[in-house]
């Protein structure tokens, strides 16, 4: 079987940067070719030699905060019954939300493998802000830039330990 990355987080905190970041360029230019790059949730990653899938969660929220609730339990149950392993992306600038502290909750309670990626830390002087996210207790903090790529590897070097 093979090995799923899920990438959950509200909106706007940089799933899709972060996805298509990871997903192989040369699929990325037949998609778009295709016209459906921005539809995409599904895509086809590497690192360090190990070969994984990577579902993008994001994108379908809409309306009222009921139906955000309901969203939000979707794209977890998703990710915990398709994932091999959970990146949960959190945005520094923002800090912990009640949306985050949702998601952790449920998150917390799967037994799948949980990355917290604290995103747009895209210089060294905002890594402190990453400190914050210990609360969730979801385990190690993973400051990265879906941006400029810094911290990604890190991240992925203990995401792929888990297949
Ligand atoms: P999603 O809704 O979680 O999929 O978020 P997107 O990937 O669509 O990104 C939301 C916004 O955050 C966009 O304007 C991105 O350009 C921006 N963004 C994403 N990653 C970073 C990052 O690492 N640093 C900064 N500064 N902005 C980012
Ligand atoms: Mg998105």
């Excluded at 609730?69 to 939300?97: H, N, P, Y």
Aim: aromatic share 10%; hydrophobic share 40%.
């Amino acid at each position: 079987m093979s090995n799923i990355v899920a990438i959950v987080g509200r909106p706007n905190v940089g799933k899709s940067t972060f996805f298509n970041r990871l997903v192989e360029k040369r699929q990325a230019i037949m998609d778009n070719m295709a016209g459906v790059t921005r539809d995409r949730h599904y895509g086809y990653a590497e690192w360090i030699g190990k070969f994984f899938t990577v579902i993008d969660t994001g994108g379908y929220v809409t309306g009222s905060e009921d139906k955000f609730e309901s969203q939000i339990r979707k794209q977890v149950k998703l990710a915990i019954d398709e994932a091999t392993a959970v990146i949960f992306m959190v945005d520094v600038r923002d800090g912990i939300t009640g949306f985050d502290k949702e998601f952790a909750n449920i998150l917390r309670a799967s037994k799948k493998p949980v990355f917290v990626a604290a995103n747009k830390t895209d210089t060294p002087d905002k890594a402190m802000l990453a400190a914050e996210f210990y609360e969730l207790s979801l385990g190690e903090i993973y400051p990265i830039s879906s941006e400029n790529g810094s911290g990604t590897g890190e991240l992925l070097d203990e995401v792929v330990k888990t297949f």
